[in-house]
């Protein structure tokens, strides 16, 4: 569907730019979700929605069930998600196609053993393949892959190569993807891919909550604790869409100091460890093992124990603050690029995360000229010829403004030379003005006339200006 | 010169600073705006001071001797020079010794104001703007203080702005530096310096100035205020922060202090200058002495034209008298076979044009255009002039145009006459391929000192203004896009009203609403009601020349400006105002609604007296009716982009995009204009690089031409010549046939049958769907109606409602009949119906008493691309002089009426007749050379009007055989092949030694050999290629294609499926191209893996199994075989990778399933059916077509296998189905069918979607263009 066809169809319509930031995010959280189901999740190389999840080791004869768990999770993510099991990873994909499969919503089944006969009828755009190969037996008039495996594999070998061949061989069902390969014997284990190789800890660390959480609960549920357990990252040293090699992986081992059921605490030293933990090459899965369980004490933590302590403890006083009183009451100050003095200042909530550092200028840099320096332009900003330069008058002051101006009375002569202000007349040393300053018209505009105002108070330099509502203290300078 | 009376005293003061528009994206305000705003405000001048340009000094000189303010030339200029840190900012009064620009020395650019105050200092400013810019990375001008020292002379300096080098010292307190930095400036003027000062409500500002003013009085330099003006009026602050915006690319809420703090950088009154310098009154005084110093003129300029070289002793006069003496007996003589002997006629005319060239001094002119032409004929590239100065004798024997205007009686004086101010205008069209090379030429003969090209200024339209300020008020790009879509007009203004939900009032300034903003409507209309719109002034005047005004300025502002309408209706003129540009009844016909025409007792009858006109509107997208809607609730286009009516910004948005009506934009190039001069141009105007490579641009426009008197050459390139020049160079070389175009016969009716049937595909000018369904009607017969057909379809024509009256009358249906008895003699050889732009002027003479003079102002104004705001002023003239006349008013409405359609584009009739000779000359050689026709403009793609796919079917219809690609015989352009039993060889369409000459005229027709250059997806060096292996030999086999040529697997893959390879292999028809794909595929592969090598030959066996003369190797092994295509399948293949099928066209397959469901073929429709019938057709659509003209109405053409089928879609039915319409490839309509004079057309009714894997979705149409 074009974008015109689809406008056509919805006049409100909200077009996102492909952002691979938010997609990996995405599909990082989605993997983490899919951990509930199986130990083994791996998202498709290329193929940002589709995920190869393991589903041997598990009882024979359940596979309905875990299609049926897949597609519970998948449902908070998409209204109608595919799943299949097959033998291979090709069938299962050309099998999520499957019509009848997907009108009953119950997933597809296809038989062991028979992956290369389903597969001879699907289409051949099911089967991975490189688009010019693809084209070209299109071109040769082959629309199924069972046209495809029926070519001699030297015939495709001389014109495809390779990659011709491997296409070859996943027509006939022999696909060497597997999600993970899991053991009955093998200790408890999570192993879970990432959609993107991460040159951070960051993504690890959110992949590791949910396999620590299921390791631990699942462990809770034989009523033991965790005594030892091991990450071991494998890094993305030379990553395909197939796998073809044995995948460089490094290991780290964490001992407790006394076993732990709780998630919570568990995180807390994995997030150290991976503090510690020098990257040489991107992330591209990471898998959690537990070495050694013992049974499951009734051990209070201690808040003066510094085993015990927790490093988010500010943020979650902070969270009881918000609680407290309100989402918005816990900010942080932050400047803004604005002439009017009550706009060039503004309060962030604390907990966002911080934005862009705003570049603001030393001083007003009205000069609008074609040959003003661009924004990315180190010289902006910075002072350069072509800045005004303001007199060196309250220099090292700080502004200090009012919650909202406050209406004066004012004696001129032209200039400021009696405040009446909060029932006390300020008599105005010496005056410097006016300023006028108009903006934000396609707001809530303004435009008026400042003065600062040196006292004989110990107020220090008072902010006033005029509009046309009069005659305004807006704040003073100390 | 002369000023005009001013009703109000002159101002005691003088703004030395002000920006313009064109100073892009930091000025608001257009150069009329801001004279007008003077004149308003008293002040004796204006300074215009664009930053590194002079584009608006014209415009700017123009409105003041309109308003009587003296214009100021000046600018302000970016000087590079080094850092102060660097070491001294001046070192003694040596020009030698100041600062180097050494690369190493950390560099900063100032601004520095110039005035001219001579004409020496205005050559000065041009250069240093040229040097600036040609010197500078695009984009970034800047002279150096050396250079600026060079070109001092005659120029006055304000030490500009705060980014002044003065001026940002003394802001950072540092006032020696300051004061060192004047006395350079100082000792390079030579005391022709003034301190500038400046106040906009800003203490920094005051500081800054205090420190300045002690700058002047220690060097006794003195000092001037000035308001740096960036718009006319304070209200226009928000366009100035609108175009900031889109300078820094931010929108208003993210550019912070990057805008200026208020909105004080208007053109303020000598009053308010005064209050705010009450405490130094001398500094507003000051600027009248500098400003009467500043005594340059724009009228002081006389460029004048490279002197040409002549022979020893003999003087430009004479050598044109020779040269036009001897192209006269070439034309006319007895050897010339000419059907029009040399009379007396002859000589006088050409006496009579040579004694006014002579007489204007125009010799060495018409030399140099001669001489471009005699390069272009000697490099065998085909030219032809244009426009009016086919009306001479003397280009037409100086071989500069190819119509005889003594045959056809052309007016002369349309061309050059001693009324006329201007220089003549010469527009030649060259063979579009070959044009650049005589563009270089032109550069390389004169100099590019002494040569440019003229630019063309990019204003703002409805579409780009809309997305710019949707854009800088922060909404999304979707919402932007939609706005853009639903609000699409053509100017910015009317799309500003379209988005108050003035649908029908578009461009009606009377009918605005009041703006949210001051704004620049409000400015315009303001100004307008004082001087005449103020944006109009540049186009209004544009005609007069600076010397011209100089003798009777007061005179020639009250022929041309007059009335000072306010832009508004008035009921006592009918509402003639510019804004009523006349639009056709309900039509559904490209040029007018025949039986609406057909009803009127009289056509000059107003047939706008009712309607207001609408732009033109994107034909995709502007779905909706503009019929005023019954539900007054109809959400309008704000809503229907999902915004909300009472939002702030939404309110802003129309006002916004009215502000950036007609503001430039950026610069482009004119579309060939040169202009030459003796003197360096650069001391006329700034020159700048364009970007195309190897091309440089003047700073003006076309329209700034004249009225300095630089004269223009247009160089331009036209398609059709190329496509003439290959055909006739295929003809010679496959008949042996020398076709000359300045002898055809052009009384063949075989060639006019052809016209009249309107079976023209390819034909120059009446190809399109508009002319085909004129031809039959006006039935042309003689050379004379194909000038009438050219002109008659055009928009002014077509909308004064003016076709169907003249067909009717040459039918013989209507009586001829003129509106005044005056009018007999200038419109008898037009059946009463005013066709050419000659006709409007001699109607303007003969009507209204206009003289020469200002009927040439009216005709200047028919062809203005500002020529409806122009024509505006022209008309009350136009019509009290009708009335004085004693032409009743109602009449005299009338015949304006027709005269203001030519607002709208009408031919000249020299130039319709030269164009005309193209369209015959076209016909002629498709006509008796369909097949070099047909390869010629095959060869010359892009161009024209069809596709490769259509032009190919319909020379198949018109009997040339034409062949498939085959690599062993085809090349990568498209050739011509003797037939078998004539020679049997190619007869090559490219270099003329590999082609045996065929002597006899009556060799029989070649066969048209499709190029590879037809395969998509080849690449750009393909051909090349392509060429260079087969000059190696004839390719014997895939493999040895593959190894010649090593194109990429994609190139060949596309060769396979295009059968070009077929004949190499022995298959069944339909089996070849798999066969040849799965063999390309297998040759192309590198070394093989492990399991390949065990079932393949090797090259040797392969060799030795081929069979005798080479066959091909693969007939050798045994091939595995691929599924056989199905016809159809072939059909698609064919369309997917060339567009066309020789193998049966897309509609053939599917005519088994639409015949018994009464879906009538091409064929049947033209034989069989009736008026009036309900039929059905179907077919591809190859070209869809909304023209402005036709109020709404779609016309489709559909090809089947039998030929093509017109349909008509009113407006209603298109918007219920304009997706469906829009994009199907092939498409199934039931309708109506009308019969009028053989033109067949089916009014649609019912609309299908025809889905099937033929291939058509590869086709390609015209859409929309």
């Known amino acids: 569907m074009t974008l015109s066809e689809a406008r056509g169809l919805c006049a409100a319509l909200e077009i996102l730019p492909w952002d691979d930031v938010a997609i990996d995010a995405a599909i990082t959280a989605v993997t983490a979700s899919l951990v509930a189901a199986s130990p083994q999740v791996s998202p498709v190389a290329g193929a940002p929605g589709m995920w190869w999840v393991g589903a041997s080791g598990f009882a024979q004869g359940d596979e309905p069930g875990i299609a049926q768990s897949l597609l519970r999770i998948a449902r908070a993510w998409h209204p109608r998600?595919?799943?299949?099991?097959?033998?291979?990873?090709?069938?299962?994909?050309?099998?999520?196609?499957?019509?009848?499969?997907?009108?009953?919503?119950?997933?597809?089944?296809?038989?062991?053993?028979?992956?290369?006969?389903?597969?001879?009828?699907?289409?051949?755009?099911?089967?991975?393949?490189?688009?010019?190969?693809?084209?070209?037996?299109?071109?040769?008039?082959?629309?199924?892959?069972?046209?495809?495996?029926?070519?001699?594999?030297?015939?495709?070998?001389?014109?495809?190569?390779?990659?011709?061949?491997?296409?070859?061989?996943?027509?006939?069902?022999?696909?060497?993807?597997?999600?993970?390969?899991?053991?009955?014997?093998?200790?408890?284990?999570?192993?879970?891919?990432?959609?993107?190789?991460?040159?951070?800890?960051?993504?690890?660390?959110?992949?590791?909550?949910?396999?620590?959480?299921?390791?631990?609960?699942?462990?809770?549920?034989?009523?033991?604790?965790?005594?030892?357990?091991?990450?071991?990252?494998?890094?993305?040293?030379?990553?395909?869409?197939?796998?073809?090699?044995?995948a460089h992986t490094v290991t780290r081992e964490i001992r407790l100091p006394r076993p732990l059921a709780r998630a919570a605490p568990l995180l807390e030293r994995c997030r150290g460890l991976l503090g510690r933990w020098p990257l040489t090459a991107p992330v591209s899965a990471v898998r959690v093992t537990v070495l050694l369980a013992s049974p499951l004490s009734a051990d209070q933590g201690s808040l003066l124990d510094t085993s015990w302590r927790d490093p988010g403890a500010a943020d979650a006083a902070l969270e009881r603050v918000r609680a407290e009183l309100g989402a918005d009451v816990v900010v942080s100050p932050a400047a803004r690029d604005a002439y009017a003095p009550e706009r060039a200042g503004t309060w962030s909530n604390a907990g966002d995360a911080p934005g862009p550092t705003a570049e603001l200028p030393n001083r007003p840099n009205y000069p609008n000229h074609p040959n003003h320096p661009k924004d990315n332009d180190k010289r902006s900003f910075s002072g350069n010829s072509g800045d005004l330069v303001v007199p060196a008058v309250h220099s090292g002051a700080a502004l200090r403004l009012l919650a909202a101006p406050e209406r004066v009375d004012v004696d001129r002569d032209p200039e400021p030379r009696r405040v009446f202000w909060r029932g006390r007349a300020l008599t105005i040393a010496r005056a410097v003005g006016p300023e006028r300053l108009a903006g934000d018209w396609w707001q809530d505009g303004y435009a008026r006339e400042y003065w600062r105002c040196e006292s004989d108070e110990e107020l220090g330099e008072l902010v006033l200006y005029r509009d046309a509502g009069g005659w305004w203290v807006q704040g003073w300078y100390d | 010169m002369p000023r005009a009376q001013s009703p109000k005293p002159k101002a005691a003061y003088v703004e030395l600073h002000c920006h313009s528009a064109f100073s892009l994206l930091d000025g608001a305000a257009l150069p009329e705006t801001l004279m007008a705003r003077a004149a308003e405000l008293g002040y004796p001048a204006l300074a215009l001071t664009d930053h590194d340009d002079l584009g608006g000094a014209v415009r700017f000189a123009l409105a003041g001797l309109e308003h009587g303010v003296e214009a100021i030339i000046g600018a302000e200029i970016t000087v590079c020079h080094p850092e102060r840190s660097e070491g001294s900012a001046r070192a003694d009064s040596s020009v030698a010794s100041l600062p180097r620009n050494d690369s190493h020395l950390a560099r900063a650019d100032s601004h520095l104001v110039l005035l001219a105050e001579t004409r020496e200092g205005y050559g000065n400013l041009a250069t240093l703007i040229t040097q600036a810019r040609m010197q500078q990375a695009r984009g970034e001008p800047s002279v150096t203080l050396e250079q600026l020292a060079r070109h001092a002379r005659g120029l006055f300096a304000l030490t500009g702005c705060p980014r002044g080098w003065v001026p940002s010292l003394a802001a950072r307190g540092e006032v020696d530096a300051a004061c060192e930095a004047a006395a350079t400036l100082l000792d390079i003027f030579d005391r022709r310096v003034a301190i500038e000062c400046w106040d906009h409500g800003l203490g920094e500002e005051r500081e800054t100035a205090r420190h300045l003013i002690a700058v002047a009085r220690a060097l006794e330099l003195p000092w001037v205020v000035t308001n740096d003006a960036h718009y006319a009026r304070a209200r226009d602050r928000a366009i100035h922060d609108v175009l900031a915006c889109l300078r820094h690319e931010k929108p208003l809420d993210e550019m912070g202090t990057r805008l200026r703090p208020n909105g004080e950088w208007y053109l303020k009154s000598a009053a308010q200058m005064a209050r705010r310098w009450q405490h130094a009154p001398e500094g507003v005084r000051a600027t009248l002495d500098v400003?009467?110093?500043?005594?340059?003129?724009?009228?002081?300029?006389?460029?004048?034209?490279?002197?040409?070289?002549?022979?020893?002793?003999?003087?430009?006069?004479?050598?044109?008298?020779?040269?036009?003496?001897?192209?006269?007996?070439?034309?006319?003589?007895?050897?010339?076979?000419?059907?029009?002997?040399?009379?007396?006629?002859?000589?006088?005319?050409?006496?009579?044009?040579?004694?006014?060239?002579?007489?204007?001094?125009?010799?060495?002119?018409?030399?140099?255009?001669?001489?471009?032409?005699?390069?272009?004929?000697?490099?065998?590239?085909?030219?032809?002039?244009?426009?009016?100065?086919?009306?001479?004798?003397?280009?037409?024997?100086?071989?500069?145009?190819?119509?005889?205007?003594?045959?056809?009686?052309?007016?002369?004086?349309?061309f050059l006459s001693e009324d006329r101010t201007e220089a003549p205008d010469i527009d030649i069209d060259f063979a579009h391929e070959e044009r650049e090379e005589v563009i270089q030429y032109v550069y390389q003969k004169y100099g590019r000192e002494h040569a440019a090209m003229v630019c063309e200024q990019i204003t703002w339209r409805g579409r780009s203004a809309v997305r710019d300020v949707a854009r800088v008020l922060g909404f999304s790009v979707e919402q932007a896009d939609r706005l853009t879509t639903l609000s699409d007009r053509f100017s910015a203004r009317a799309t500003a009203d379209a988005l108050r939900g003035k649908e029908d009032d578009a461009d009606v300034p009377g009918g605005s609403s009041e703006p949210v903003l001051g704004g620049a409507r409000a400015l315009q209309e303001t100004s307008a009601g004082q001087l005449g719109c103020a944006q109009q002034c540049h186009g209004a005047l544009a005609h007069l020349r600076f010397s011209a005004l100089g003798n009777d300025t007061a005179e020639n502002r009250s022929a041309v400006v007059s009335p000072p309408h306010d832009g508004r209706r008035e009921p006592n003129t009918g509402g003639l105002t510019a804004w009523d540009r006349p639009e056709p009844k309900a039509a559904y016909e490209p040029y007018g609604n025949p039986p609406a025409q057909e009803t009127k007792l009289n056509y000059w009858e107003d047939p706008y007296a009712k309607q207001t006109h609408n732009e033109r509107r994107n034909p995709t997208t502007a779905f909706r009716s503009r019929e005023p809607t019954a539900d007054s609730r109809a959400p309008g286009i704000i809503e229907r982009a999902g915004l909300d009516p009472k939002d702030r910004r939404v309110q802003l948005l129309p006002d916004l995009v009215e502000g950036l009506h007609q503001l430039p934009r950026h610069r482009s190039i004119h579309v060939g204009g040169f202009v030459l001069t003796a003197e360096p141009l650069s001391t006329v105007v700034p020159i700048e690089p364009a970007s195309m490579q190897d091309r440089t641009v003047i700073q003006w426009e076309k329209d700034d031409l004249d009225p300095v008197g630089l004269v223009?050459?247009?160089?331009?390139?036209?398609?059709?010549?190329?496509?003439?020049?290959?055909?006739?160079?295929?003809?010679?070389?496959?008949?042996?046939?020398?076709?000359?175009?300045?002898?055809?016969?052009?009384?063949?009716?075989?060639?006019?049958?052809?016209?009249?049937?309107?079976?023209?595909?390819?034909?120059?000018?009446?190809?399109?769907?508009?002319?085909?369904?004129?031809?039959?009607?006006?039935?042309?017969?003689?050379?004379?109606?194909?000038?009438?057909?050219?002109?008659?379809?055009?928009?002014?024509?077509?909308?004064?409602?003016?076709?169907?009256?003249?067909?009717?009358?040459?039918?013989?249906?209507?009586?001829?009949?003129?509106?005044?008895?005056?009018?007999?003699?200038?419109?008898?050889?037009?059946?009463?119906?005013?066709?050419?732009?000659?006709?409007?002027?001699?109607?303007?003479?003969?009507?209204?008493?206009?003289?020469?003079?200002?009927?040439?102002?009216?005709?200047?104004?028919?062809?203005?691309?500002?020529?409806?705001?122009?024509?505006?002023?022209?008309?009350?003239?136009?019509?009290?002089?009708?009335?004085?006349?004693?032409?009743?008013?109602?009449?005299?409405?009338?015949?304006?009426?027709?005269?203001?359609?030519?607002?709208?584009?009408?031919?000249?009739?020299?130039?319709?007749?030269?164009?005309?000779?193209?369209?015959?000359?076209?016909?002629?050689?498709?006509?008796?050379?369909?097949?070099?026709?047909?390869?010629?403009?095959?060869?010359?793609?892009?161009?024209?009007?069809?596709?490769?796919?259509?032009?190919?079917?319909?020379?198949?219809?018109?009997?040339?055989?034409?062949?498939?690609?085959?690599?062993?015989?085809?090349?990568?352009?498209?050739?011509?092949?003797?037939?078998?039993?004539?020679?049997?060889?190619?007869?090559?369409?490219?270099?003329?030694?590999?082609?045996?000459?065929?002597?006899?005229?009556?060799?029989?027709?070649?066969?048209?050999?499709?190029?590879?250059?037809?395969?998509?997806?080849?690449?750009?060096?393909?051909?090349?290629?392509?060429?260079?292996?087969?000059?190696?030999?004839?390719?014997?086999?895939?493999?040895?294609?593959?190894?010649?040529?090593?194109?990429?697997?994609?190139?060949?893959?596309?060769?396979?499926?295009?059968?070009?390879?077929?004949?190499?292999?022995?298959?069944?028809?339909?089996?070849?191209?798999?066969?040849?794909?799965?063999?390309?595929?297998?040759?192309?592969r590198g070394d093989a893996g492990p399991l390949a090598p065990r079932s393949r030959l090797s090259a040797r066996q392969a060799r030795q199994l081929s069979g005798p003369k080479g066959r091909p190797s693969s007939a050798a092994k045994p091939r595995r075989s691929m599924p056989l295509m199905s016809p159809a399948e072939l059909t698609e293949a064919d369309y997917r990778m060339t567009g066309v099928s020789l193998n049966g066209h897309p509609m053939m397959h599917l005519r088994r399933l639409l015949q018994p469901n009464g879906v009538l073929s091409a064929a049947e429709l033209a034989h069989r059916a009736r008026d009036g019938e309900r039929v059905a057709v179907a077919g591809l659509v190859i070209c869809r077509q909304r023209p402005g003209t036709a109020k709404g109405f779609v016309f489709l053409t559909l090809e089947d296998e039998t030929g093509m089928v017109n349909v008509v879609i009113t407006p209603k039915r298109f918007e219920r189905q304009a997706l469906l319409i829009s994009t199907t490839p092939l498409l199934l309509v039931r309708g109506t069918l009308q019969i009028e004079q053989t033109v067949v057309n089916v009014r649609a009714e019912q609309f299908r979607a025809l889905q099937a894997e033929v291939g058509a979705e590869h086709a390609r149409s015209h859409d929309f263009h």
């Open chain 2, 291 to 414: 400003a009467e110093r500043c005594a340059f003129r724009m009228a002081h300029l006389k460029p004048t034209l490279p002197a040409f070289p002549l022979p020893p002793g003999v003087t430009a006069d004479e050598y044109l008298e020779r040269l036009v003496a001897q192209g006269a007996e070439e034309r006319w003589g007895p050897g010339a076979e000419s059907r029009e002997p040399r009379t007396g006629r002859h000589d006088q005319q050409i006496g009579h044009e040579l004694a006014l060239i002579g007489k204007l001094g125009l010799a060495g002119y018409f030399l140099i255009v001669w001489d471009i032409v005699r390069f272009a004929r000697r490099r065998g590239i085909l030219c032809q002039g244009r426009g009016s100065a086919a009306n001479s004798a003397v280009c037409f024997c100086l071989g500069i145009t190819a119509v005889d205007p003594i045959k056809l009686e052309l007016l002369f004086e349309r």
């Open chain 2, 712 to 1084: 223009k050459i247009d160089l331009l390139g036209l398609g059709i010549l190329t496509l003439i020049q290959k055909c006739m160079a295929y003809v010679r070389r496959t008949r042996g046939v020398t076709v000359d175009l300045a002898h055809l016969d052009m009384t063949d009716q075989a060639v006019f049958d052809d016209l009249c049937r309107a079976d023209t595909i390819g034909v120059f000018q009446v190809e399109s769907r508009a002319q085909m369904n004129t031809l039959p009607r006006l039935k042309p017969r003689c050379f004379y109606d194909l000038v009438v057909e050219v002109a008659l379809i055009r928009p002014g024509p077509i909308q004064g409602d003016m076709v169907h009256p003249y067909l009717r009358r040459r039918a013989g249906l209507e009586q001829v009949t003129y509106p005044h008895p005056s009018l007999e003699p200038i419109l008898k050889r037009t059946m009463g119906v005013p066709l050419f732009q000659e006709q409007g002027m001699q109607v303007a003479v003969a009507c209204a008493g206009f003289t020469p003079g200002e009927a040439d102002v009216l005709r200047k104004a028919m062809g203005h691309k500002r020529s409806r705001e122009r024509m505006s002023a022209i008309c009350q003239k136009l019509v009290d002089g009708m009335e004085r006349n004693g032409i009743p008013k109602d009449v005299a409405m009338r015949i304006y009426n027709q005269i203001n359609a030519f607002a709208d584009y009408g031919f000249p009739e020299s130039h319709a007749a030269s164009f005309a000779l193209l369209v015959y000359a076209s016909a002629y050689l498709r006509h008796y050379y369909a097949p070099e026709f047909t390869a010629a403009i095959l060869n010359s793609q892009p161009m024209g009007f069809y596709a490769t796919g259509t032009i190919i079917e319909d020379a198949k219809r018109h009997g040339v055989r034409v062949l498939p690609i085959d690599v062993r015989h085809s090349r990568w352009d498209h050739t011509l092949q003797r037939p078998r039993g004539a020679g049997g060889s190619r007869l090559g369409t490219g270099d003329s030694t590999a082609v045996p000459r065929v002597p006899s005229p009556r060799s029989p027709a070649p066969y048209l050999r499709l190029g590879v250059r037809i395969i998509s997806g080849l690449g750009s060096k393909a051909g090349e290629i392509y060429e260079r292996a087969r000059a190696d030999g004839p390719f014997t086999s895939i493999e040895d294609f593959v190894r010649r040529t090593r194109f990429d697997k994609r190139a060949l893959r596309h060769l396979a499926t295009a059968g070009a390879f077929d004949a190499f292999l022995d298959e069944p028809d339909l089996g070849k191209r798999r066969a040849a794909l799965w063999e390309v595929l297998d040759a192309v």
């Open chain 1, 81 to 246: 998600p595919r799943v299949a099991i097959a033998g291979s990873c090709v069938a299962a994909r050309a099998a999520t196609w499957s019509a009848p499969g997907n009108r009953r919503g119950g997933g597809v089944l296809v038989p062991a053993g028979t992956d290369a006969q389903y597969l001879r009828e699907v289409p051949l755009s099911l089967l991975p393949m490189d688009v010019e190969l693809r084209e070209a037996l299109q071109a040769l008039g082959i629309r199924a892959v069972g046209g495809f495996a029926d070519l001699d594999a030297g015939d495709v070998e001389q014109r495809w190569g390779h990659e011709g061949l491997a296409a070859w061989r996943l027509a006939h069902g022999d696909d060497p993807r597997r999600p993970v390969l899991a053991r009955l014997d093998q200790p408890p284990h999570v192993e879970l891919e990432l959609a993107t190789p991460a040159a951070s800890m960051e993504p690890v660390l959110f992949l590791l909550r949910p396999a620590i959480e299921r390791l631990a609960s699942q462990l809770a549920r034989a009523g033991r604790a965790i005594a030892s357990f091991s990450i071991t990252l494998t890094l993305d040293d030379a990553r395909g869409a197939l796998p073809t090699a044995r």
